[in-house]
């Protein structure tokens, strides 16, 4: 309903009708083929399965929860920038896409809903890659770098261990999660890298720099790790916190 009018009160009074009808929404419900579970000895066994179940259902998104797909999993932007230590970098991918989310599964996990703390092992099924638009500047292992183009890397064999931390609070008389942080340590068995138009496109010097990365692989990845734990764990903790923030406790955990 638009508001009209030209009192300063009368806008107000608009705005203030608009949040009381917000507050006041219905609580969402759990998406159609993601699988519930109760809060019993099984607790643990269930989730497992009912997270590794919904990979490929949220790998399109959920629309009725504002979330989007995950598998592509469009990333505006993440910088990676290491002053010190063998790898000196500002590197930058911008409007990429990580591909492969949907091939995962849970090894392992272990549920605290008293105090809402979950840890556990998530693995995958196939390769991880990131790919788009990339700029670099700096140093690799003592030799300069520098370039603009596109960018493939794939992460071989990745274990999530995952750690999130939340709280549970009242609002509008339901009790909802208000999850906190969403930790992730990243390990992988290869990491394979190409970037295009190293060196304004010299193809001898590029050739050789994506050789030299692709054989330094681990001591780059060791450099590189906890940016991409830092990105994408601040990524998943927006996804994470926007599902419980919309769906009450117990429509997720069944009494």
């Not at 999993?73 to 949907?102: A, H, M, R, T, W």
């Not at 995958?124 to 700029?135: A, S, V």
């Not at 990491?191 to 590029?206: P, R």
Request: aromatic share 8%; glycine share 8%.
């Amino acid at each position: 309903m638009a508001c009209s009018g030209r009192a300063a009160w009368a806008l107000i009074a608009c705005f203030c009708v608009a949040v009381a009808a917000s507050a006041r929404a219905a609580p969402a419900e759990v998406p159609d083929g993601l699988k519930l579970c109760r809060q019993d000895d099984n607790l643990d066994a269930c989730i497992k399965d009912a997270v590794t179940a919904a990979f490929p259902v949220v790998a399109d998104g959920l629309p009725t929860l504002s979330i989007p797909s995950i598998d592509p999993l469009d990333i505006k932007n993440l910088v990676i920038g290491q002053g010190s230590g063998p790898v000196k970098i500002n590197l930058e991918f911008y409007d990429c896409q990580l591909l492969g989310l949907k091939d995962a599964y849970m090894e392992s996990i272990h549920a605290d809903l008293e105090n809402f703390k979950i840890t556990g092992r998530v693995k995958f099924n196939g390769p991880i890659r990131i790919r788009g638009p990339y700029k670099i500047q700096g140093s690799v292992l003592l030799l300069p770098i520098n370039g603009d183009g596109q960018t493939n890397i794939t992460l071989n064999n990745l274990i999530a261990d995952i750690d999130i931390r939340g709280e549970r609070i009242t609002k509008n008389g339901l009790e909802y999660v208000k999850i906190d942080t969403f930790g992730l340590m990243l390990t992988v068995s290869h990491l394979q890298m190409h970037f295009t138009n190293l060196f304004n496109g010299d193809k001898a010097l590029g050739d050789t720099m994506n050789n030299f990365l692709n054989e330094n692989w681990s001591e780059i990845y060791r450099e590189l790790n906890p940016a991409f734990e830092q990105t994408l764990g601040a990524i998943f903790l927006q996804i994470t916190a926007r599902f419980f923030q919309k769906v009450p406790f117990d429509k997720v955990f069944l009494k």
